[in-house]
């Protein structure tokens, strides 16, 4: 049963930090390329940031790039977003996925999502 849990989201100030994970289950977790997406109250989902299956590349939005990282140890089956500086523009329900294409065949994975609040 494939399963991706996020937990580390919760209230914060601005220019606080959250790290969020995210734990895999029930697929080869090495094989797939991790992704953070977001969705704000009345927007569209938006992808926040993406790393290869070895970590070796990373990419973000503009708006993120210099406050966020995205990581992952495959040992552990886990991606992990570090938030800093964090504004009220981030509040949203984060979402972790998962995409491989394996022998023509496409694999796409959800997670539930957490909550990220930014109010003082």
């Known amino acids: 049963q494939v399963q991706l849990v996020e937990s580390g989201g919760g209230l914060v100030q601005p220019g606080g930090s959250l790290r969020l994970s995210c734990a895999a289950s029930?697929?080869?977790?090495?094989?797939?390329?991790m992704y953070w997406y977001r969705q704000a109250p009345g927007k569209e989902r938006e992808l926040v940031a993406s790393?290869?299956?070895?970590?070796?590349?990373?990419n973000y939005i503009d708006s993120v790039k210099v406050r966020f990282t995205i990581s992952r140890d495959n040992a552990k089956n886990t991606v992990y977003l570090q938030m800093n500086s964090l504004e009220p523009e981030d509040t949203a329900v984060y979402y972790c996925?998962?995409?491989?294409?394996?022998?023509?065949?496409?694999?796409?994975?959800w997670g539930q999502g957490t909550q990220v609040t930014v109010s003082s």
């Open positions: 996925n998962a995409k491989s294409a394996i022998f023509g065949r496409a694999f796409d994975y």
């Open positions: 029930g697929f080869t977790f090495s094989n797939y390329v």
């Open positions: 790393i290869t299956s070895t970590g070796g590349i990373r």
